[in-house]
């Protein structure tokens, strides 16, 4: 089975209630690219990227599309094989990891559909049905962030994660123990989650001034040197999110002992083949990790699960999805939605998602 076709589509998810607003940016809509894959027996696939504007990481919508139509015409022809295309991809493009991962999760969709198998089989099979998802605060004031996590402790989220970072590091401090406040008592787990926005000095004046408070600190600060110098410091885990740019960064910081945990993006690291490579060398370590991705659709959604589904659930951290963020679905009939605070997870072939597209308009590249 081959590659006989490759489609690229554009399509705006627009923020509920915007911005959604974190240190260092406001976002109010982002573009997701979509890629269809169709094979030489007729069956296809779907696969998605939709970086998190340009200034989260090294990654934009228009790279991607670059990217894509670089890639596209060169893997005409090659056999629908995660191996075969990851290779092929290296040969027609270094780097580009984010755009790279929509062919890679395009591939093992239709690969599912053609063995009638769901994703999640293919990624060595599921350990669960439902997955437990996180909600994540944007910044805002004490009350009103307290008063949101209160909500969705009580809507079924067992975690909660706390943007903190891009302002005063009093309010930040002050933001936390409202939380607490209204969370202590239960099982939920917090998170505070500075995407790179705290100097070092803060990050260790903000953990100190917390002590009391049991929350995993999610990248504090720019770069992995960084984390590694202040961890003694601190007084609590460290889980590293940005920095950890590619594959081979996260298990060089998994066998250096200096982090605690992962914050990590399927995107990031290329896609569903890489992102199994990660969990293996998370669960040769014990170290806990989430699976998601930076936004997108029911695309990216789906693929996130059905790879959360066979982590150990010991080490499963949550998925993330855009979903409680954004209006609409691509497959309005079997959209990927948190439930409760949970994410079901499809059995049906693939990523079992049925992309209507009727609202994606034409493609805006095509090859074959």
Known sequence: MKIKTIEVYQYDLPVKNGPYRMAGSDVYSLSAALVKITADNGTWGWGETCPLGPTYAESHIDGALAALKVMASQLIGTEVTPNAIARNMAQALNGHHYAKSAIDIACYDLLGKTLGVPVSTLLGGAVTACIPSYYAAIIASPEETA?????????????????????????????????????KGTDTRLAADANRGLLQRDAIRLSQACKDIPFILEQPCDSFEELKAIRPLLCHPVYMDESSTHLAVAIDAIASGSIDGFGMKVSRLGGLRAMQAFRDACAAKKIPHTCDDAWGGDIVAAACVQMAATVDPRLLEGTWIAEPYIDGHYDPENPIVVKEGHIPVSQAPGLGINVNEKILKEPVMAFD
């Open 147 to 183: 008063r949101t996590l209160a909500e969705k402790q009580k809507a079924g989220y067992s975690r909660l994660q706390v943007k903190v970072g891009g302002r005063a590091i009093e309010e930040d401090v002050e933001t936390l123990h409202r939380v607490w406040e209204k969370i």
